[in-house]
């Protein structure tokens, strides 16, 4: 039975961050698409903490914005704080971050896909793929309705045989209040993939009305805040709303150890693998005994709301426990719960079964992104539903594939992580894991991918032409420093504040700019650089895109050129039906991982585990390189 009188293109099954990005992406560059979720009030639902970007994640949101999606946008328009990270490093670390208003993010990804052309809804839960052959020809949902689609794409966040589980108590469920997703997993696994469990947490949410801010420490944000997006639809905040730092103790570390034999983590309820880089208040204080505080983040979960998330205090332990321990830290000794914490244990598919386009090697058509990838994150998920999105799109036109490599985005390396090493832990993105994050900036996302994703049809005119005319004006502005000198006079009193050599004569504005005492305050205090900024009107990107060009243009040549070198074997393509059982010279074990990964180029060969370089050069020479 079904009431739906036409074959959708794509199907995204699943509100999450990754569904709202594969949805959007697949309308946007031209397919009808239809979003199947469980509840379309909780579209965007930020299950876990309120906010967008981070280490290497900031990244990743601007990798989104610059090809056409929507998480940048969404961000911004729903922030109460920006804070651009660690820019006391070098730019290849800056990572954007912002506070959001949880209401209001949900809202506005609601209200953004629904002015979304090509874009159909449909609320029900999925609990089954039709499956002819080796090809998916659409979904089916728990009331019987058949829904045909030329390509299916799972965004089942932590929805699949979700079990949630508090203390000794535990249930089933997606998120608290809402039941878990039952069927698919079953069928996955009749149909030869591969399934594993993991865990993830979240911790309480409490009422700010209780809480003693006056015994906390103020984290506002940035005094000039910047953006996510490189549109001209958003502006950044003019008011912020601070957060909040505080404290656990050794009092704290007691209480909460009382109830360790009550922890579905060590008495074997859990016996999943849950995020190493984001671990559970009572994971922390057993594995760093030595430690006898950790910090607690105390975040607002809105402009107007009174409830705060506890960032920090992840955890699954009894609420009383919870409570009782809670209450011993500073400014919380009067806290009163919105809600406990807990943990979720969910299935998920390891994700050397896919291609790099997201598809799954087992059935042509069918995508997978987000958590059931095993990866943990909400910028991590979206990236990945934009990916499935354009791809599902491009199949479904007979275009070729959209493939982001790992020297054009963290996307890419994200990506071709997965699918080549696989995960057995919830994978975090962080900027250690490119090895190109100098090339990689989250200022020059644009650059990276706009036009390619505007020669596919997704990125919009508009975007390409701000795309031109930034580039323009940061070179522009170079090429100003690089003609126009300055003298001793303007220049010694601004070198001698910053204890740097003084000039003896007239020089050009590069060789000052280029010191590494002087930065782009200091260049803005001389006359010529205020008057040359104000009469073109430029803004802080652009100004900052010409200082990095300037003062680190030797780090990103030199990077430039080996990526470009290592580019070589990323062109020696490997035939899909390669058989490397014929390779006797190849490792027992390189063997057995390369027809299990199916890498497409030896570069993606020599990246999977176990296949050593003595391998790689068999291959090179069996393959006539």
Not at 207 to 236: A, C, H, W
Not at 517 to 545: C, G, R, T
Request: with cysteine.
């Amino acid at each position: 039975m079904s009431f739906f009188d036409q074959t959708y293109d794509v199907i995204v099954v699943g509100g999450g961050h990754a569904g709202c990005e594969a949805a959007a992406a697949a309308a946007n560059t031209g397919s009808s698409t239809l979003l199947v979720t469980m509840n379309l009030q909780n579209i965007a639902q930020m299950s876990c903490n309120p906010a967008m970007g981070g280490i290497a994640k900031g990244q990743i949101v601007r990798e989104i914005d610059a090809m056409g999606g929507y998480s940048g946008i969404v961000s911004d328009r729903t922030a109460i704080q920006f804070k651009m990270l660690n820019k006391s490093k070098g730019p290849a670390m800056w990572s954007p971050r912002v506070q959001s208003d949880r209401m209001r993010f949900a809202e506005e990804w609601r209200l953004m896909l629904e002015n979304t052309p090509n874009l159909d809804f449909y609320q029900e839960m999925v609990n089954g793929l039709l499956v002819e052959g080796d090809r998916v020809t659409g979904v089916r949902t728990s009331l019987g309705i058949e829904i045909k689609a030329k390509s299916v794409i799972l965004t089942n966040g932590t929805f699949l045989n979700g079990l949630i589980h508090i203390g000794d108590k535990q249930f089933g469920g997606g998120r608290a209040g809402e039941r878990n997703s039952t069927g698919i997993t079953e069928q996955l696994i009749d149909l030869g993939f591969d399934s594993g469990r993991m865990k993830t947490g979240t911790p309480p949410r409490v009422d700010g009305r209780s809480l003693d801010f006056s015994k906390m420490i103020e984290q506002p944000g940035d005094d000039n805040p910047q953006k996510f997006s490189y549109s001209n639809v958003t502006k950044p905040l003019t008011n912020q709303r601070s957060c909040q730092m505080s404290y656990t103790s050794p009092e704290v570390h007691d209480l909460l150890r009382e109830g360790f034999d009550r922890s579905p983590m060590f008495n074997g309820r859990i016996q999943s693998t849950g995020p190493r880089y984001c671990p559970s208040i009572e994971d922390k204080i057993n594995r760093f005994a030595d430690k006898d505080r950790h910090q607690l983040f105390v975040e607002p979960e809105g402009w107007n709301t009174i409830e705060y998330y506890v960032n920090g205090f992840s955890t699954s332990l009894p609420e009383e426990v919870q409570f009782k321990a809670l209450r011993q830290v500073a400014g919380f000794e009067n806290v009163k719960f919105f809600r406990p914490g807990y943990a979720i244990e969910y299935d998920y598919f390891p994700p050397t079964q896919l291609r790099h386009t997201l598809e799954t090697k087992l059935v042509s058509g069918l995508y997978f992104a987000g958590q059931i990838n095993g990866t943990t994150g909400y910028e991590e998920a979206a990236s990945q539903g934009l990916v499935a999105g354009v791809n599902a799109s491009l199949k479904v036109q007979e275009k070729d594939p959209f493939i982001l490599k790992r020297d054009e985005a963290y996307i890419g390396v994200l990506v071709d992580d997965l699918i080549t090493k696989g995960t057995k832990e919830p994978y975090r993105m962080f900027t250690s894991r490119a090895e190109y994050r100098t090339l990689l900036r989250q200022d020059n996302a644009d650059s990276r991918l706009t036009p390619l994703s505007h020669a596919i049809g997704f990125a919009n005119d508009e975007r390409m032409r701000a795309l031109e005319q930034k580039e323009s004006e940061a070179q522009s502005l170079v090429d100003f420093f690089n003609t126009t000198s300055i003298a001793p006079e303007e220049a010694n009193p601004v070198l001698a504040e910053k204890g740097t050599t003084p000039m003896k004569q007239s020089d050009k504005m590069v060789k000052i700019f280029s010191r590494p005492q002087i930065d782009l305050n200091d260049m803005l205090s001389f006359n010529d650089v205020k008057d040359y900024v104000a009469e073109h009107n430029l803004d802080i990107e652009v100004l900052e895109q010409a200082e990095i060009r300037i003062k680190y243009s030797g780090y990103i040549a030199k990077e430039k050129a080996n990526a470009d070198k290592l580019q070589r074997l990323e062109n020696i393509k490997i035939p899909a039906d390669f058989d490397y059982t014929k390779l006797k010279s190849l490792s027992y074990e390189a063997r057995e991982k390369l027809t299990k990964i199916q890498p497409t180029t030896i570069s993606q060969a020599s990246r999977v585990s176990g296949v050593s370089p003595s391998d790689i050069s068999v291959m090179l020479v069996y393959m006539g390189r």
